[in-house]
């Protein structure tokens, strides 16, 4: 079946959206294709032909009845396929790796609870969460200011970051890889690079970079080189001289 | 009764067009000044509308020509967030709306039902004067310190408070919007009572043009949903300088109450800019296929019913928020995919076995149906929230919502080659007009298509810059190509505006039209009537003008319309007649 333009999806729940994604766009087709086929006829075979003034015929009822109830009959369809795809992915199964993902202006930050873990990143540094494949991952998302929209292309979904907001989703990864994410949701300055990176990587691999980064050193290390900010989450601005209004 | 030629009830003179009586009254600049006649309240809103869809239409260039290279640099982050804030508050707040009921609507509906002007001549022109006021407020932010707003035509809470965004650019916003709202309250409720309470004998409801049908529920939507939008500018003028904390967190307000504020007044809003523009598009497709529209019944009903489904889906634009109840928003929203199917099918019908005439103002209309569309099948994924999570804030959403704003616009340009010969009382030039036609059709299809590709390609919105993605260049261009399309239709307008000027006389009915405004002179007299024609039915010139030609009942051929269908509709014309 064509994708329609869409991505085929990278977790559980992406992959029966892209699928939901798929009936919609056969359900597009077929009722924007009998609609133009109409029109292209209509504006093609009754062209004016000279002064004549056709019959003024204004009512067909069974006509105007046929097309109420057809599209209540494909609504109510649409709604069922929708009904079946969100529930499951809104269902929000309990799992062991949670991940507490912080939104603020204009980076990310991805607690591992329990793990004294952190990864925090500005703009196109662009820090990286790390996921197991294959497992339910529980995402806590909060917002330390404004509202953002954590956004994985291949992942097929969206959530906002709200303030004074704890949004749950959960992710199940079906392969390994990275994959980019970007802020969403208008945010101010430099919301045009609020990036970020899911690592999805096998369970093993996930536990070693576990122990690895809560590791003082280790976290020590990162801090250094990815620039961590401390805990307050108020960033220290990236040095550039943009307005700031 | 179809062989009687009903002669027309005289109202003032001696009946004859030709004899003109004078109105006199200041003219020049003076007129305009002080005017309470909504002809020329109409045309100054149509005249300050097209300016502002031109300074929209600049900005818009000015975004796609950022755009055009993935780190352009033609504007800063900060102007490109101040440029698509103000594309989008000029385009929504100060063309769509102020050019549909302040300006068409204005000048027409009274003419259609047979009215001599508007309810409240007084409180019309207070209309434009409030809009004018708060369009120049508005567009005053550019020249403070910090620049225009730039919290996105929304302005969602906390972004839009007094930390994130301070500077007067905001206020003059808030201000600005708060004088426009005013003025689109002040106009609903002049529009509610001249279509209730100053009809001519004859002209019952359901004899109503479907443009004033229209025009009424967007005056009822308009007074269901400004005061919430002004309730809450209010609030966040309040949560800006007074210290309410009605929507922040650290005061123990809640940030998405604004988003609900909002949406309860922006997604009726959708239909107060759509369904002016739908009338257009109806009158006009019957017009150049010689036929009354068809499944008139049908179409008054299926307006009904968006005015009542819209103003219950509000929060399909929250469903990424996580607080929202999906599912009822989610049915609710797909239902109103029905009636706007039976609008499009009656459309189709109407010209089905017509004779169709591609006049611009018809090519218009034909734009706007094959463009209404796309971006009709493009909301219904919209409101599946899971389609929803994945294309919100995307380019997707921009592509779909200007598929359905570029078809009013067409609908709206075909409106202005339409009735602007009765406003006038002069053409403008047909090939000009075809020209521009093509222009913008095209542009506009080459300018939302790509747009589609690149949301689904995880393009989101309100970016100035793309670096991560570089290869979104190809279509972005594509785009920016169509928006300079877009953008020489509108130049091709102006110069049609120019070269027509006063050059091809219109005459009282250019089209063979069908209304009662096709009745009297081009342009109408002071108090637009100097004689009626008979009304039996929504189409009382072409009854007038072609008294063996009028609609024919239920079932086509026989003059008996089938049981169920003639008992309703005697029984609600019994209903009329003894109300009229």
């Known amino acids: 079946m064509p994708s329609f333009g ?52 204004q009512y067909h009822l069974p006509a105007e009845v046929l097309y109420t109830v057809i599209p209540i009959l494909v609504v109510f369809g649409l709604f069922a396929a929708t009904l079946v795809v969100e529930n499951k992915e809104v269902a929000n199964p309990k799992t062991n790796v949670t991940v507490d993902v912080n939104a603020f202006q204009w980076g990310w930050k991805f607690t591992y609870p329990g793990t004294g873990t952190s990864v925090i990143g500005q703009t196109t540094q662009a820090p990286t969460m790390v996921i197991p494949v294959n497992t339910n991952v529980h995402i806590n998302l909060t917002s330390t200011d404004v509202i953002h929209g954590f956004y994985v292309k291949e992942f097929n979904f969206s959530r906002y970051a709200l303030p004074g907001v704890l949004n749950q989703f959960t992710i199940e990864a079906v392969k390994t890889g990275t994959f980019f994410g970007q802020c969403t949701q208008l945010c101010g300055l430099y919301h045009s690079l609020m990036f970020f990176n899911v690592k999805v990587v096998t369970m093993p691999q996930f536990t070693a970079w576990l122990a690895s980064s809560s590791n003082p050193a280790a976290a020590a290390a990162a801090k250094a080189t990815t620039n961590q900010q401390t805990d307050t989450g108020v960033p220290t601005k990236p040095a550039s001289s943009h307005g700031d209004n | 009764m179809t062989d009687v030629l009903d002669p027309p009830v005289v109202l003032s003179g001696d009946g004859h067009s030709e004899h003109r009586e004078e109105h006199h009254g200041p003219t020049g ?15 100054s809103y149509t005249v300050t509308s097209v300016i502002m869809l031109v300074i929209g239409g600049l900005f818009a260039e000015i975004i796609r020509a950022q755009l055009a290279t993935p780190n352009g640099s033609l504007v800063s982050l900060a102007q490109y967030n101040e440029l698509f804030t103000m594309h989008g508050s000029v385009m929504i707040y100060l063309f769509a709306g102020p050019f549909a009921f302040g300006g068409l609507a204005n000048i027409i509906v009274p003419i259609q039902i047979g009215a001599p002007d508007m309810a409240f001549p007084r409180l019309n022109a207070l209309s434009y004067w409030l809009y004018l006021m708060g369009a120049i407020t508005m567009l005053m932010g550019f020249f403070t310190a910090g620049g225009a707003a730039n919290f996105g035509w929304v302005a969602y809470a906390p972004l839009s408070n007094s930390i994130n965004t301070p500077g007067a650019g905001a206020d003059l916003w808030i201000g600005g919007l708060l004088l426009t709202g005013f003025s689109a309250i002040f106009t609903g409720v002049n529009l509610t009572a001249t279509i209730f309470y100053l009809r001519a004998p004859g002209m019952t409801m359901f004899r109503m043009p479907i443009f004033t049908w229209n025009m009424l529920v967007t005056a009822i939507l308009i007074l ?22 009605i929507f922040s967190v650290a005061g123990g307000g809640v940030p998405v109450l604004w988003q609900h504020i909002f949406w309860f007044w922006g997604h009726p809003e959708v239909y107060i800019l759509a369904l002016p ?10 017009v150049f296929s010689r036929k009354p529209v068809f499944g008139y019944k049908s179409m008054v009903f299926a307006t009904l019913s968006i005015g009542a489904l819209s103003l219950g889906v509000w929060a399909h634009h929250m469903f990424t928020t996580g ?21 499009i099918f009656n459309w189709i ?31 219904v994924y919209l409101a599946s929230p899971p389609l929803d999570f994945f294309t919100h804030d995307t380019y997707f959403v921009v592509a779909h919502f200007h598929s359905i704003v570029m078809a009013l616009v067409l609908a709206g340009m075909g409106g202005l080659y339409y009735w602007g010969p009765k406003i006038t009382g002069y053409m403008l030039n047909e090939r000009l007009g075809k020209i521009q036609f093509w222009f913008l059709f095209i542009g506009t299809q080459v300018f939302t298509l790509p747009q589609y590709l690149l949301g689904l390609d995880g393009m989101p919105r309100r970016v100035a810059v793309y670096l991560h993605d570089p290869q979104w260049k190809t279509l972005n261009d594509w785009s920016t190509f169509g928006a300079v399309l877009v953008g020489i239709s509108t130049i091709i307008f102006v110069v049609n505006v120019a070269v027509s000027w006063k050059k091809y006389p ?17 342009p109408p007299p002071h108090h637009n009537f100097y004689r009626l024609p008979q009304i039996r039915s929504e189409r009382p010139t072409w009854d007038y003008n072609h008294p063996e030609h009028r609609s024919l009942a239920h079932g086509g051929g026989t003059d008996e319309p089938p049981p169920l269908a003639a008992v309703l509709t005697a029984a609600l014309e019994h209903g009329q007649d003894e109300d009229g």
């Not at chain 1, 359900?27 to 003024?56: E, M, S, T």
């Not at chain 2, 003076?30 to 006649?37: P, S």
């Not at chain 2, 169709?356 to 796309?374: E, V």
């Open chain 1, 6 to 57: 869409a991505h085929a999806g990278a977790t559980v729940s992406s992959k029966s959206v892209y699928h939901l994604w798929q009936g919609f766009s056969i359900g597009a087709v077929v009722i924007g294709g009998f609609v133009v086929v109409l029109f292209c006829y209509a504006i093609l075979r009754f062209r004016r032909k000279g002064d004549n003034i056709p019959r003024q015929s």
């Open chain 2, 29 to 43: 600049i003076l007129k305009w000044l002080t005017t309470t006649d909504h002809k020329i309240i109409g045309l």
């Open chain 2, 224 to 245: 269901l949903a400004f005061p919430v939008l002004t309730a809450g500018l209010i609030m966040l003028y309040c949560d800006r300088h007074f210290g309410t904390h």
């Open chain 2, 277 to 286: 523009f739908f009338g257009m598009a109806t009158e006009i497709i019957a």
């Open chain 2, 323 to 343: 607080v929202v109840l999906l599912p009822f928003f989610s049915i609710m929203s797909l239902l109103i995919a029905v009636p706007t199917g039976i609008k």
């Open chain 2, 349 to 379: 019908g109407t010209m089905w076995r017509g004779e169709i005439w591609f006049s611009t103002a018809m090519l218009m209309a034909l734009g706007f149906l094959f463009t209404f569309l796309i971006g009709g099948l493009t909301g």
């Open chain 2, 506 to 522: 219109a005459g009282d009915n250019p089209w063979d039209a069908q209304t009662l405004e096709w009745f009297t002179t081009s």
